[in-house]
């Protein structure tokens, strides 16, 4: 049904680059012979999912979005996806995204955009777009995303799905081609929070692959999304990360999500996270620093694209410059350049060196939050899904989408973003972020708002 879906409306979304009919169908038709057998099989066995392209997968191409990796297949599976398949999980395909997860809007695929099913005039959100506008356009149950700066909350967020980024090393990045691999996490993007906590479950855990792989068990994820409850939960609203810069529909959702957690017995707090102000400036040194370094080893030499210069020079600087002038787009050098500056001698201190101190005083505004809330909540994004094409020309605009899902990554605690109703017609967003370790809070809380 899920592959019919795909056929009739992805002509339109385009959140899948590659659809995996063959394999999805037989592991289906093997976990319906193991159903009449008998055999016990995991919770979500011959339930299909829906892969983000910066995963890498055995038979089926890994792009990244991006030229520079068109046409290659991984030699190995991602742990996510040892897991997947473990459980029995149809792969549907690999989905849409900005190219290596650099954006905010999926507009920067080199594969074009994807569009939001809500409105196919507006965008999907980003970098994971085609994840969640294959949730929500009922092409797949569920996908997995990645998110290093908000790339699975936002686009859940305009969407209307539910996404989750878990604690940083609650799941293995091992197979998850990296962006910035002190930030990075693979989670769930799904319809509902359950669901959420039934794939969180399936791919957490400790990797000996992943040396920043946490050896805490996954925790109870499923429990604290059947219960919903938030009796005595305090919740804090982050002072920050709301009024101004936020829309009037966006603030009025979240106002009432307020509402809807006091009614159902929590406490709401007011907290401040002064520091958070510093955050975006931060993430985007740091980000394009460790991204500069990750994305140096695509030199048209060892795999994927390689260009060879016209003139016929053959030297290894001149292949890796033609390779790569015409293998990344322009976001991607635009970060490779910033990235490189910043930690170039004599700037290093500057800015990478600043940006990690900043990075240090947004993990003690958390602590400090913590102290008076069990969990934190803002708006996911300042705004509902915008025009595609209306920030493409405007790097600094589209930043400003990821403000309030970026201190997460910067501190590497979890963040689940839920659906809070609609603006204009178009989802809205509610984030709430815990402790590190204490992802069964954001279930709990999450459910509890649903
Ligand atoms: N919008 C963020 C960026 O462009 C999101 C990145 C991500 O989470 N992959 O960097």
């Not at 595609?388 to 605009?397: C, I, R, V």
Request: aromatic share 6%; with cysteine; net charge negative.
């Amino acid at each position: 049904a899920h592959l019919d879906r795909i056929a009739a409306v992805d002509g339109d979304v385009n959140a899948f680059l590659h659809v995996n009919t063959d394999e999805a169908l037989a592991v289906a038709a093997d976990v319906d012979k193991a159903r009449a057998a008998g055999e016990e099989l995991h919770a979500l066995a011959g339930v299909p999912i829906a892969i983000k392209d910066l995963i890498v997968t055995v038979g089926q191409p890994t792009t990244a979005g991006s030229k520079m990796l068109e046409g290659w297949m991984s030699p190995y599976d991602a742990t996510v996806i040892k897991k997947i398949r473990a459980a029995r999980m149809p792969m549907l395909g690999k989905t849409n995204l900005d190219e290596f997860a650099m954006g905010s809007s999926t507009e920067h695929s080199a594969f074009g955009p994807t569009r939001n099913p809500w409105d196919l005039e507006r965008i999907p959100g980003g970098s994971g777009g085609g994840s969640a506008a294959a949730v929500s356009a009922f092409e797949a149950p569920l996908a997995l995303g990645t998110d290093t700066g908000g790339s699975i909350r936002q686009p859940a967020a305009v969407t209307g799905s539910v996404g989750v980024k878990p604690t940083y090393g609650g799941v293995s990045r091992y197979g998850a081609i990296a962006m910035a691999s002190s930030l990075d996490q693979i989670g769930p993007v799904t319809r509902t929070v359950l669901d959420a906590a039934l794939l969180h479950e399936v791919i957490g855990g400790h990797d000996p692959a992943d040396s920043t792989s946490l050896t805490d068990p996954v925790g109870a994820l499923v429990e604290a999304a059947r219960s919903g409850d938030v009796r005595g939960m305090r919740i804090g609203v982050i002072k920050e990360l709301q009024g101004e810069g936020y829309s009037a529909g966006v603030q009025a959702r979240f106002d009432e999500a307020l509402e809807l957690l006091r009614g159902a017995g929590a406490d709401v707090v007011e907290v401040s996270c002064p520091n958070f102000k510093y955050a975006l400036g931060a993430y985007y040194l740091v980000m394009p620093s460790e991204a500069s370094s990750n994305l140096a080893k695509y030199d048209g030499v060892r795999y994927g694209h390689r260009v060879l210069p016209e003139d016929g020079s053959l030297t290894i600087e001149r292949v890796m410059g033609a390779t790569r002038a015409a293998g990344f787009g322009d976001e991607v050098k635009r970060r490779i350049i910033l990235g490189t500056y910043a930690l170039s001698a004599g700037y290093y201190d500057a800015y990478y060196g600043s940006a990690q101190k900043v990075r240090t005083l947004v993990q003690r505004d958390f602590a400090a939050a913590f102290e008076t809330a069990d969990v934190l909540i803002s708006p996911t994004a300042p705004t509902t899904a915008f025009k595609l094409g209306e920030k493409l020309d405007d790097p600094m605009a589209m930043y400003l989408n990821d403000v309030a899902t970026i201190p997460a990554n910067l501190a590497g605690v979890p963040g689940i973003s839920v659906p809070g109703g609609l603006a204009d017609g178009l989802p809205v967003g509610i984030q709430f972020l815990a402790p590190a370790r204490e992802d069964a809070r954001l279930y709990r809380a999450g459910a509890g708002l649903e």
